[in-house]
């Protein structure tokens, strides 16, 4: 597993996001990620907006069939974006525990189980959900793509 941080625990402040949540099927989630992607990078670009970070995933839920994503990018500001299913929010500040993956988005999940225990052995309790950060481009070959899985604790 080429995971190229430790796992670790940080405290974040409240950061602002532009994204857009649906429910998938898992198997539809490339060519929905590609769109819905798009579709934010369009508004952002519309209405003159900067990203503050790179690209998210949020999966709220762990049904395969029925899988609750939330697609988007931070932003330095919380944007008003009045209208659909595209909406701007401000997640909480707080402790999350982290870690990088070089490698392919699909050879993600041992790092994540590693997270998960580490999360147990240390006495924290995960809070729902599983942000997955695409640090660098996907035009990239798969062996240099970079996740950074981030766990929200308590």
């Known amino acids: 597993m080429p995971v190229i941080s430790g796992i670790s625990l940080f405290e974040v402040p409240e950061r602002h996001i532009l994204s857009q949540r649906i429910i998938i099927n898992f198997g539809d989630f490339p ?12 508004f952002a670009e ?7 970070g790179p690209p998210f995933v949020c999966y709220h839920n762990e049904d395969l069939e029925n899988l609750d994503v939330e697609l988007g990018f931070p932003t330095a500001n919380l944007v008003d974006t009045g209208h659909g299913r595209l909406c701007g ?25 590693s997270i998960f225990e580490w999360i147990s052995k240390n006495g924290y309790e995960q809070q729902g959900r599983i ?16 996740t950074e899985i981030v766990i929200p604790v308590e």
Do not use: C, H, W
Not at 46 to 52: D, I, P, Q, R, V
């Open 31 to 42: 060519a929905l990620a590609e769109k819905t992607y798009a579709q934010i990078m369009k």
């Open 46 to 52: 519309a209405n003159g907006l900067l990203f503050s």
């Open 89 to 113: 929010r401000t997640l909480p500040a707080g402790k999350v525990v982290s870690g990088i993956y070089q490698g392919p988005y699909e050879e993600t999940d041992p790092l994540m189980m």
């Open 131 to 146: 942000y997955n950060y695409y640090l660098n481009e996907s035009r990239r070959s798969e062996d240099e793509l970079l």
